[in-house]
């Protein structure tokens, strides 16, 4: 497996760069903590970058791209602290299942529905952006179809969300659409599997929710939902949020030494002091590792793979943004530092597209067959 | 970045899977692991065994011996070999990881030929005098004295935690030649043989029982000139030459062989019951992903150090190794840490290869320069932090 990034990744990865700089920098970043939602026009700017169609035919207007590039961008995005259903807009474009995604016209945010996926019964389900969302992609798991909703069909209530850059709102299982063949082309679930999910339990079939879904607003399917198997898209929305919080984990390495150099203590920087060299440290090692974990997955899309890239990203933004914190001293505790923006966030996305008790399980479940290559 | 995989590297794989399906049920039982000069017959027949077949000093330069393979090639020896459970490199550690590459990057074209080619056929055992009693971490401070006497050195001084010292023929050593220049200038690397008057080696048993390390006394001996690597009072380069070794790529086959573990501790679990416990469970999960990333970081650094080579460089690793190096020897003990879950009370019981295993991991994060050592190394190295005390 060859590692370097090739002249047109590093091109890719630097234009990523340079835009979040000039259209996303630290004043849009404060503005946008104050009023959080979706800038359009940046949405739209994001979409002729191709943020969200890099993957798309290159007949369709994509760049035919792979999943390496994707991540690069991706981590871009979460070094910038870049708020929006990047990853769901970024699925739905390169998919073609929403109409306008691939090219920012429209805002995708996604429901991630699948058994295990983290949430007990009664938790509901959590999802991104949802006011300022134009479709919702309804994600399950292995082949089942991937449906997509109009924004006001699933009953959804507002949450104090953690992350001030992220609002979300709740969902109740038992309100989104059942898990239904498409036009037959699901392996589908039991009716077993969609009870003990709540998908059923509230006894309503598929096409009573349809009826509800109409009254709420329209359902928007796009042309390729039938083809398009939720298994995949749940690997890739894991390996690119993974990719985000690399982005993260490698921008508080950043933050601290920064911070460690400048400030000074004692008559001299804290950076000289081996208690806070080796907090740094260990950042980096975090960071290196998670990104070894996450290139590969992106080269290999491998399942088990992807799940050890979540899991190790998910370990180094969170654990990154809070020795930042300790690095900063009373200062990180402000909310004029961004450090809790990156700690915030990476909580949310932890919880996001394989939690650790998912990745973990999984792993454990693979044990059994030969190491990747 | 991407999925580079060549017919080439894969008709190597399966020629070298073919070999060791044939060889390994042939290989004689392992012998008693405190067997010491059990140990290393064991370990240079299986030496003898690759160099017949090809596969010894396979990614050293032709010039040095071996067999110029691409470090991909080595990667995937290293991967079949480990995956097959076939045995690694045991008391041939230091002669084929640290010396081997050192003579191989540093030495004379003399000295190469001199040698490199029995290590490589399993007839030389080599060790590493570096550390003293008074330098460990601060191994710049080093004490060790030679003396020019004509075309000899004359070495005095002391030798500590020096591996497969009792069993080994030659020595890479350490030893200060300028007391007046600054402690980084006045060293020099010296292959001293084992058998020459005035050596005397001490074994040390270690927490696990094992005479695995020793102590070496250095009275007056003599030393030709010959065999010197690099310059007079260079040794300190030199040195740093087989320490990224060490901490860059020597440890990419035991990665395998612990993900190979993993495996048969979920066996393990899965037969006594244990499996069940989602606590257990999910620390083997994590630990999977922990390997997975190790074995990925050491390719990466292993394509980093070729195209370096290819753009003239060494082929060193470079202090990225330390980053690896901090991971690995944590991951490596969490390891033999979750394998004492798996066994239960058969962790105390000895008579399992899990529980003295668990014993020797313990020297991982202390051997090869302390994990204290190495977050030093990175703050300063690559984050560019000021310089502490």
């Given at each position: 497996m060859d590692f370097r990034l090739t002249d047109d990744q590093l091109a890719l990865r630097r234009g990523m760069r340079e835009l979040l700089a000039a259209r996303f920098g630290r004043e849009a970043l404060r503005e946008a903590v104050e009023a959080p939602g979706i800038d359009r026009v940046l949405w739209r700017a994001l979409g002729e970058a191709g943020l969200f169609s890099l993957r798309a035919d290159e007949e369709e207007g994509g760049a035919g791209a792979g999943l390496p590039e994707a991540v690069l961008l991706f981590e871009e995005a979460g070094r910038a602290l870049l708020p929006g259903p990047l990853v769901a807009s970024h699925l739905a474009g390169g998919t073609g299942l929403v109409p306008g995604a691939a090219d920012g016209t429209a805002v995708v945010t996604a429901v991630d529905?699948?058994?295990?996926?983290g949430a007990v019964a009664g938790d509901g389900v959590l999802v991104e952006h949802l006011p300022s969302a134009d479709a919702v992609l309804v994600v399950r798991d292995g082949g089942e179809p991937v449906d997509v909703v109009a924004p006001g069909a699933p009953a959804a209530v507002p949450v104090r969300s953690l992350d001030p850059l992220s609002p979300l709102h709740r969902v109740a299982e038992g309100t989104l659409p059942a898990s239904t063949p498409a036009g037959g082309a699901a392996c589908g679930r039991s009716a077993d599997g969609g009870s003990a999910d709540g998908g059923l339990a509230d006894g309503r079939s598929a096409n009573e929710w349809s009826g509800n879904g109409a009254a709420r607003g329209t359902s928007v399917r796009g042309r390729a939902s039938g083809g398009v198997s939720a298994g995949v898209l749940r690997r890739e929305a894991a390996l690119l949020t993974a990719a985000q919080q690399l982005g993260s984990a490698a921008r508080t390495v950043e933050m601290a030494v920064a911070h460690a150099r400048e400030r000074e203590q004692f008559g001299r920087p804290?950076?000289?002091f081996q208690a806070v060299q080796h907090l740094c440290a260990r950042m980096l090692v975090r960071t290196e590792t998670a990104r070894s974990a996450v290139y590969a997955a992106a080269v290999t899309a491998d399942e088990t793979e992807t799940c050890a890239a979540k899991l190790l990203a998910d370990e180094a933004a969170t654990a990154n943004a809070r020795d930042c914190l300790q690095v900063h001293g009373g200062m990180g505790f402000t909310w004029e530092a961004d450090v809790h923006l990156h700690l915030k966030r990476a909580w949310l996305r932890a919880a996001q597209w394989r939690t650790d008790v998912e990745a973990e399980e999984r792993l454990a479940a693979a044990l059994r067959c030969p190491i990747p290559r | 970045m991407e999925l580079a995989r060549t017919a080439e590297e894969e008709e190597f794989r399966a020629r070298l899977r073919g070999w060791l399906a044939g060889v390994l049920p042939t290989l004689p039982p392992r012998p008693d692991p405190l067997d010491w000069p059990a140990r290393r017959a064991w370990d240079m027949d299986w030496q003898r065994r690759l160099y017949d077949a090809g596969y010894a000093g396979l990614h050293w330069p032709v010039d040095a011996g071996g067999q110029g393979a691409t470090p991909t090639q080595h990667l995937i020896f290293l991967e079949e070999t480990e995956t097959a459970g076939a045995p690694y490199v045991g008391a041939g550690f230091v002669g084929l990881l640290h010396a081997g590459p050192t003579i191989a990057a540093e030495g004379s074209a003399e000295q190469r030929a001199r040698w490199l080619p029995p290590i490589l056929r399993g007839e030389h055992v080599w060790c590493q005098g570096f550390s003293e009693p008074d330098a460990g971490?601060?191994?710049?401070?080093?004490?060790t004295r030679a003396v020019r006497d004509g075309d000899t050195y004359v070495v005095t001084g002391s030798k500590i935690w020096t591996s497969h010292a009792e069993v080994a023929d030659w020595c890479e050593l350490l030893v200060r030649t300028d007391p007046e220049a600054p402690r980084h200038r006045g060293i020099t690397w010296l292959a001293l043989p084992m058998d020459a008057p005035g050596v005397t080696v001490r074994p040390l048993r270690t927490l696990?029982?094992?005479?695995?390390f020793a102590e070496v006394f250095l009275d007056e001996v003599r030393v030709p000139v010959a065999n010197r690597v690099g310059e007079e009072n260079d040794g300190w380069r030199v040195t740093m030459v087989t320490l990224s070794f060490e901490r860059g790529t020597a440890f990419a086959g035991e990665v395998v062989a612990c993900h190979r573990t993993l495996r048969l501790l979920a066996r393990r679990a899965q037969e006594n019951g244990r499996w069940g416990d989602p606590v257990l469970r999910r620390r083997l999960g994590r630990l999977s992903a922990e390997f997975t990333a190790l074995w990925r970081l050491t390719q990466w650094n292993v394509s980093e150090a070729t195209h370096a080579l290819r753009r003239g460089g060494t082929g060193v690793p470079g202090v990225g190794g330390s980053v690896f190096k901090l991971r690995y020897s944590h991951a490596r003990q969490e390891l033999y840490e979750a394998a004492a879950q798996v066994l239960g009370p058969g962790a105390l019981d000895l008579a399992e290869e899990w529980a003295r295993e668990r014993l020797s991991s313990l020297s991982y994060t202390v051997a090869a320069g302390t994990s204290e050592i190495q977050h030093t190394l990175v703050a300063e190295r690559l984050l560019g932090l000021p310089k502490g005390r």
């Open positions: 529905a699948a058994p295990g996926a804290i950076g000289s | 971490s601060d191994l710049a401070s080093l004490r696990a029982g094992s005479r695995e």
